[in-house]
């Protein structure tokens, strides 16, 4: 059974950074490519950041250059630090498999930006 639980997400200033985590149980973690989702109010949830059980990583748009993926496989964590954080990443984000997503999602972390 997959569970995912996040954390670090709060409340930051325009321009800030946070790191999020993940932390995976089951025996998926090291097999998978995981990544990273986001739900703001009124919109649809959103594929942020992907990385493969090698390392290999991809990014939405959005967030080039601005957040990096990276996990531990020794761990089974997902994390994903984000910099010159902007009012519309705020959203609740979420880890998961990478695409697709297990049916089953965590709780999330909500992260929110604003001065």
């Known amino acids: 059974q997959v569970q995912l639980v996040e954390s670090g997400g709060g409340l930051v200033q325009p321009g800030g950074s946070l790191r999020l985590s993940c932390a995976a149980s089951g025996r998926f973690f090291s097999s998978n490519a995981m990544g990273w989702y986001r739900q703001a109010p009124g919109k649809q949830r959103e594929l942020v950041a992907g990385?493969?059980?090698?390392?290999?990583?991809n990014y939405a748009d959005s967030v080039k250059g601005r957040f990096t993926i990276s996990r531990d496989n020794a761990k089974n964590t997902v994390s994903l630090q984000m910099n010159s954080l902007n009012p519309e990443d705020t959203a609740v984000y979420y880890c998961?498999?990478?695409?697709?997503?297990?049916?089953?999602w965590g709780q999330g972390t909500q992260v929110t930006v604003s001065s």
């Open positions: 990385i493969r059980s090698g390392g290999s990583t």
């Open positions: 998961n498999r990478f695409q697709p997503p297990f049916a089953s």
